[in-house]
């Protein structure tokens, strides 16, 4: 489950050793275990059974068999924050929306108004008594941080999925401690996800990562699985899993191994260095019931159907299972019939030739791992490539439609631009912001969000006249730039709240010695 977005589990570690008889890592780096070999539990009740008989052996679970969720177990979030994909609803720890009956987690999303923190819980700033926030529907989203940690295992649920234009079901786990970065420099793992379940025959269950840079050098690969038999998620119960091991991610839908991805496809470009990373980290578990949202609302019948809420998503138990036969890398336990999609993932963006006395990041077009973006408040920057003849030829130009925006050349990661000494690029403005209150331009390097040089100020050359610009990166670093991890070597905008009708066009953007 996509969006943006830290240790302790001691209790788990407990179950490890009394439920698999053995040392060895449980995955959670701050407590040790003893080093004599794992050996598998005596009792068969707490492992796997045939058919698999892989030598997992179970470490934690949750029937849901007592009168309340278990709070050893699990936490609420709640926050309207919208999930970082425009979702709809606020998420609360209302019994109307998540409760324990019959043997099964309820999670329920409701159609009503509502208001809450619009910041992550683990932000820094969020206040749970913040109502800055709100949203359309109610829901509950609950986790095992803190409470449940875990490098490497077996993570299954037995499920039943609410249908409708809108729901968006999920089972799926991010890092406890995010040590590459935030989202999703540091991955996530989505074990199950459906959207819109019935609405025009959909029968669709999907299995994901996510990973590779920051926005929006952010990636994802993965599958979707169709139960077989004409069998929908939402009519009954199934078991969704992931096995996974160092280097290598597996998903079943009751039992059926249907794909496997592998560290030959995934990356995190802040440790490009490390072909595990970043699925070689501790992470927790996640359930929610989203409403809307980019995916959802985007396919199908798109939307949200009001008329389709309230919906239940039902959970009759979740289990984590670790392999006795290494407990620190996962490996030996693996379960498969051989027929499954194998999804190569992506490889990471080349790196630049940082030992040439020449960096081009623009001379016509774009350089490669370098490419164009822009955000804006609202309405738009257009950008074009325009011949212009004489000695420029092809330049970009660029057009402001907004108040608030900026173009800048990004790339996928960030690299150590510091034996450079400038950026340097030409200029020329065409048209001045129609409310021509300022004679300046601003330019900035960013070195990953929030790192920035903080914006550096020009000032606005005459209309119709090229001018070469030579930056030192010295005093960009005194703004704040960490040379050493640029990722954003060049963003320009006329001055803020002043942009609308500006007319830029530049060329041979460059990082010299």
């Avoid at 053995?22 to 059974?49: F, I, K, Y």
């Avoid at 990041?361 to 973006?373: I, L, M, N, R, T």
């Avoid at 703004?479 to 530049?506: C, E």
Wanted: aromatic share 12%.
């Amino acid at each position: 489950m996509s969006r943006l977005l830290f240790r302790s589990a001691t209790t788990v570690l407990a179950l490890v050793a009394s439920a698999c008889g053995g040392g060895g890592s449980s995955g959670n780096e701050n407590t040790s275990m003893s080093a004599e070999p794992p050996v598998a539990d005596a009792r068969p009740d707490r492992c796997l059974e045939d058919p698999m008989n892989s030598g997992y052996c179970l470490v934690w679970q949750d029937e849901f068999a007592g009168e309340g969720i278990d709070s050893e177990k699990w936490s609420h979030e709640i926050n309207c924050f919208g999930g970082g994909n425009d979702e709809a609803q606020c998420y609360t720890d209302a019994p109307e929306n998540s409760w324990v009956a019959d043997d099964k987690l309820h999670i329920k999303a409701v159609r009503e108004n509502a208001v809450g923190p619009s910041r992550v819980d683990d932000d820094p700033s969020y206040d749970r008594n913040d109502v800055s926030g709100s949203g359309t529907y109610t829901s509950a989203r609950l986790r095992t941080k803190g409470l449940g940690d875990w490098k490497y295992g077996r993570f299954e649920i037995r499920a039943k999925l609410p249908f409708g234009q809108g729901s968006w079901p999920a089972f799926w786990m991010l890092p406890t401690d995010w040590t590459y970065g935030g989202w999703p420099l540091s991955g996530e793992i989505d074990i199950l996800e459906a959207v819109n379940l019935k609405v025009g025959g959909e029968d669709q269950v999907h299995g994901t990562l996510h990973y590779g840079g920051s926005w929006p050098g952010n990636v994802h690969t993965g599958e979707s699985h169709r139960i077989g038999g004409n069998l929908n998620p939402a009519d009954d119960f199934h078991t969704y899993a992931v096995e996974w091991e160092e280097g290598e991610i597996r998903w079943y839908v009751d039992g059926d191994h249907y794909a496997t991805q592998t560290s030959d496809g995934w990356y995190t470009t802040a440790a490009l260095d490390n072909p595990l990373a970043p699925f070689d980290q501790t992470f927790h578990l996640i359930l929610n019931l989203a409403v809307g949202g980019n995916w959802p609302a985007s396919v199908n019948d798109t939307g949200i159907d009001e008329g389709a809420f309230p919906q239940e998503f039902q959970i009759d138990y979740v289990r984590v299972y670790q392999c006795t036969e290494d407990f620190d890398t996962g490996k030996g336990c693996a379960s498969t019939d051989g027929e499954f999609v194998f999804n190569p993932g992506k490889q990471p963006p080349q790196a630049p030739d940082t030992t040439a006395d020449e960096l081009v990041v623009f001379d016509g077009e774009a350089k490669a791992p370098y490419q164009w973006h822009t955000w804006t408040a609202s309405g738009t920057v257009d950008i074009a490539v325009v011949d212009v003849g004489g000695d420029y030829g092809d330049v970009a130009e660029i057009t402001w439609n907004t108040d608030q925006g900026i173009g800048y050349f990004q790339s996928d990661a960030a690299f150590d631009l510091s034996d450079f000494t400038f950026i340097e690029f030409d200029l020329q403005v065409l048209a001045e912001p129609s409310d021509a209150g300022s004679a300046l331009l601003t330019f900035r390097a960013d070195c990953v969000h929030p790192c920035s040089s903080g914006d550096y100020p020009l000032v606005m050359p005459a209309v119709d006249q090229w001018t070469r610009f030579q930056i030192p990166l010295l005093e960009l670093e005194q703004g704040g730039l960490n040379t050493a991890s640029v990722n954003t070597p060049f963003v320009i905008s006329p001055a803020w709240d002043n942009q609308m009708g500006a007319v830029l066009q530049i060329d041979n953007v460059s990082l010299t010695r």
